[in-house]
């Protein structure tokens, strides 16, 4: 019913003329495409006649963009015996992106235009009862008229060749002979209408200019399901739910995660894919939006944004091949680290024999600086990873007491060597945040790690962590901001390049910045934020849903 309403609004009015009238071709075949059986045979026929009379109006290179961009989602018979009657290219492109059910292509079969037979059967369709023979040929000056003996057929048996029965027989044959009459009037345009004046004798395209915002809604799917501006047949049907595959559409893993947490997402990046006004990297911020009645989701509102030139990361092509590259380095850098490490370990525990102090110390000095570099190559390969989308999807729930469990043993020699007494406190009961431990551990980890590192001797770290209730309950925890860093502006802690002065062989490799920034898109990955307030840092990270709950206060050391 959403594209019955649609196709009427879009038809409404005169028709327009110059980029208008190429807009309006792009919208008509697209709503008649993914859903004829949504559509009531007379809001077929008015698509079909107002694409019949935008035919003139829209150069030929928009047409075969716009059929292109359906890609596998054209299934309407109709459309596609009307598409097959158009140039060489358009008819081309219609039966590549056709996916048609074999009954209804078996209807629609003897209809088609010669070439359009021809591509179906290379591509292995047969119809016993068809006789594509009879068809004549298409002439080479991309004209496609229909046949005597076809016309005839449908003269004796108009219900023979219907190309759709959604309506009826009467509707059927109705359609049929709309097909017809477009078909006829596809053979004599060339003979009985002017065409256009174009400049350099080539087909003047409107759809070269830049889009730069596309404003759009989705379903509770996450699929897209309406947009502001052409072209609607490269946008509609794309998901924001699951991250983008290979060169495909969709976005980011942060994008798929604040979706799966139904939270709202602030530029993350999001590919098109099809005509090339749309194809590229975007970036995308939207919100969540909830029925008035039931408070059920119903999907996401937002706008797609071109990115500027600090993040457009441009040579595509060339990142991809740097990101392969620096992969396959710490891949390489890795074997020797743990051998060192491995080495090393033997040493300091004498397992092949006596070994004096300092030979001991020396190796528990080297395992020491070689675990040191082996964590800042982990932290690198899990950056590229979150900046590719290639992260692996976080599942499960986990405990804030086993968490926290954990930070106490990892973090123990950090702590002793800093002098630093780490205080949380736990707004009891804590909801598990709704991710794996593994993927929590890494966070907090790096998070605790860089502001231990920026205290000073002796300094008291205070967090808190509290369940907030939601439509989708999240777990906040906020830590107070290290000494060394307290006056800091945010934009200058999340700067890669940032380190803390004098801090000795205890920092990140990578340094602070780097850290920070690597915390923060992890938490984005998960669907969270972290956020760099004046007094404090906080992390939120999505919480499971669960029942109604009562606040106390604990304390956790």
């Known amino acids: 019913m959403r594209f019955d309403d649609r196709l009427t609004t879009v038809l409404k009015g005169s028709l327009p003329e110059g980029p208008a009238a190429a807009t309006q071709w792009r919208q008509v075949i697209d709503l008649l495409a993914q859903k004829p059986g949504d559509l009531g045979n007379q809001d077929v026929q008015a698509g079909l006649t107002r694409l019949r009379d935008l035919h003139n109006r829209v150069a030929e290179t928009d047409r075969i ?57 290379l591509k292995g369709f047969t119809v016993a009862d068809s006789k594509p023979e009879e068809v004549t040929s298409a002439s080479r000056d991309g004209t496609h008229p229909v046949s005597a003996s076809a016309d005839q057929k449908s003269q004796d048996d108009p219900q023979r060749n219907m190309p759709e029965a959604s309506g009826g027989e009467d509707e059927a044959s109705q359609i049929s002979a709309l097909v017809e009459k477009i078909a006829d009037y596809q053979k004599k345009r060339t003979i009985e209408t002017p065409q256009p004046a174009t400049s350099g004798g080539s087909d003047t395209s409107y759809f070269v200019e830049t889009l730069e915002t596309i404003r759009f809604e989705t379903d509770e799917s996450g ?90 990361a441009g040579h595509r092509s060339i990142d991809i091949e740097r990101r392969e590259q620096l992969q396959q380095l710490i891949h390489e850098l890795r074997t020797p680290l743990n051998a060192v490490i491995g080495f090393s370990e033997i040493i300091e525990q004498q397992l092949f024999g006596p070994a004096s102090f300092e030979y001991r110390s020396l190796a528990r000095n080297i395992m020491d600086e070689a675990r040191r570099l082996l964590a800042g ?83 008291i770290l205070k967090g808190e962590l ?92």
């Open 377 to 459: 190559f982990e932290d690198l390969d899990i950056a590229v990873k979150v900046d590719a989308g290639q992260l692996p999807e976080s599942n499960g729930t986990t405990r804030a007491d086993w968490l926290f469990e954990r930070m106490t043993q990892r973090l123990q020699g950090l702590t002793q060597s800093k002098a630093v007494e780490l205080n949380i406190n736990k707004a009891e009961p804590i909801r598990p945040f709704a991710l794996d431990g593994e993927s929590v551990e890494r966070i907090f980890a790096r998070l605790l790690s860089a502001a231990i590192i920026s205290c000073e001797n002796g300094e």
């Open 65 to 121: 963009a716009a059929v292109q961009a359906l890609n596998g989602r054209l299934r309407s018979a109709p459309l596609l015996v009307y598409l097959s009657a158009d140039t060489d290219p358009v008819c081309d492109a219609a039966i590549a992106a056709a996916d048609l059910s074999p009954e209804i292509c078996a209807d629609a079969f003897p209809r088609l235009s010669e070439r359009a037979q021809a591509q179906l059967q």
């Open 223 to 312: 699929t897209i399901v309406w947009t502001e501006g052409p072209p609607k047949g490269a946008i509609v049907g794309v998901t924001i739910a699951q991250p983008a595959f290979d060169e495909g559409p969709g976005p980011d893993a942060y994008g798929a995660a604040a979706f799966r947490q139904r939270m709202p997402m602030e530029n993350a990046r999001m590919r098109l894919c099809g005509a090339s006004i749309v194809v590229g990297d975007w970036r995308m911020s939207a919100i969540p939006f909830f029925s008035d009645e039931t408070g059920r989701f119903e999907g996401y509102r937002g706008i797609m944004r071109r990115p500027n030139i600090a993040e457009d």
């Open 466 to 557: 509290r369940t907030r209730i939601g439509l989708q309950p999240t777990n906040q925890f906020t830590l107070s901001r290290p000494s060394r860093i307290k006056d800091t502006a945010e934009s200058i802690l999340l700067d890669p390049s940032q380190g803390i002065d004098d801090d000795g062989s205890e920092s990140s490799l990578l340094g602070l910045g780097f850290s920070l920034r690597l915390v923060r898109n992890l938490a984005q990955a998960a669907g969270g934020s972290l956020t760099i307030n004046q007094d404090n840092i906080a992390l939120t990270l999505p919480a499971a849903t669960g029942s109604k709950i009562t606040i106390r206060e604990t304390e956790s050391e």
